[in-house]
Nanobody, 126 residues
Framework: QVQVVESGGGSVQAGGSLRLSCVASGYSHSRYAIGWFRQTPGKERTGVACIDSDGTAIYNDSVKGRFTISLVNRKTTLLLQMKDVRPEDTAMYYC????????????????????WGQGTQVTVSS
């Protein structure tokens, strides 16, 4: 059974930094994509950044140059380093993953991923 667990959310002032972590366990696929989504009340979940098991990363234009996605600890942990955060970055952040074999949609579409965490809240104050 695949479990996805996020951590690291919290409150931060605009211009500050925050780091989110995600661990996916019970996952046997050697080739996969894993990424971060975010959602605010009443709005759709949107892709923030995604990385392949080979290390290729892609970002939403709104976070390019400010956020960095990476796989560490022998690719067992996904990080999202958030710098120069803005109030509009306030959201619930979710980690999602899918095997490359079953990966059939755009990286930014939630429906592309089967496995999701419960989310971690990020709040940026101005």
């Amino acid at each position: 059974q695949v479990q996805v667990v996020e951590s690291g959310g919290g409150s931060v002032q605009a211009g500050g930094s925050l780091r989110l972590s995600c661990v996916a366990s019970g996952y046997s696929h050697s080739r996969y994509a894993i990424g971060w989504f975010r959602q605010t009340p009443g709005k759709e979940r949107t892709g923030v950044a995604c990385i392949d098991s080979d290390g290729t990363a892609i970002y939403n234009d709104s976070v390019k140059g400010r956020f960095t996605i990476s796989l560490v600890n022998r690719k067992t942990t996904l990080l999202l380093q958030m710098k120069d955060v803005r109030p509009e970055d306030t959201a619930m952040y979710y980690c999602a993953t899918e095997s490359r074999e079953n990966y059939s949609g755009p990286w930014y579409e939630p429906g592309t991923y089967r496995y999701w965490g419960q989310g971690t809240q990020v709040t940026v104050s101005s």
